[in-house]
C-alpha cells in the first residue's frame, strides 16, 4: 500500500509560546483579492482553492501518490503596511494558499484545473496560480480563539520579534488548522506567522 504523500511538520504546528521557525519553500495554489473575510469574494476564493485541491488529491490517488489536503493558509495585508488597524475591513488585501507536494507538474495541475471548472460553477478556479511560496526565517505562535482576540497576540508576537534581535518583513500570515466555517471561534487554532531579518 503507498504511502500518502507527507509535509514538513513546520509547516503546521506551533506553541503557545512564541518562537523561531525555518519555514520550507513549497509548491502552493494561490489566489489573491481584497477584501473583508465575510465577503462573498473571499468566500468564492476558500471554494475555489479546495475545489482544485481535492481535484489534484483525487487524480494522485488514483496514481498511487495520495496526499492529505492542508490547512488552508492566508496572508495579509494594507498599503501602507503600519495602516491596518485602521484601514475598512473591506480594503483589506489578501493571498490565500493551500500548499501542495512536491512532484507535482504545471501540466498536471493545469488538467485538474479544467476539471475542476468544467464540475464546478465557481470561475475563480480559472485564476488558481500554482507557484513556488518562500518564507524562510519567521516567528510564529499558536492562538486559540475568536479572530477578534488575535490582537494582543500578535503584539506578543511583535516583542518577542524585537527582543530576538529581528524585524518584521512582508506580510501577516496565518495558518488557519481549523476550519472556520465550521469550528466555534473559541475552539479555532490559528498560527500566527510573520516573516522577519535580522535587525543588523
Known sequence: MTQPVTFPPVLFKARKQPEIVEVPDTWCLTLSGVGAPESPEFKQAIEALYGLAYTLKFQQKAAGQDFKVPPL???????????????????????????????????????????????????RILDVR????????????????????????IERLHAFIAEQGYRP??????????DFRRTAPE?????????????T
Open 130 to 153: 500554482f507557484e513556488r511560496f518562500a518564507e524562510g526565517t519567521a516567528a510564529q505562535v499558536l492562538h486559540v480563539g475568536p479572530f477578534s482576540e488575535e490582537g494582543p497576540v
Open 169 to 178: 518583513r512582508g506580510h501577516h500570515h496565518e495558518v488557519y488548522l481549523s
Open 73 to 123: 493558509e492566508g496572508l495579509w495585508w494594507t498599503d501602507p503596511p503600519e495602516a491596518f488597524a485602521r484601514t475598512p475591513r473591506d480594503q483589506w488585501q489578501w493571498q490565500l494558499l493551500i500548499r501542495m507536494p512536491e512532484g507535482l507538474t504545471p501540466a498536471q495541475v493545469a488538467a485538474a484545473r479544467t476539471q475542476a471548472a468544467a464540475k464546478k460553477q465557481n470561475p
Open 187 to 199: 475552539r479555532l487554532k490559528t498560527i500566527l506567522r510573520q516573516p522577519v531579518e535580522p535587525t
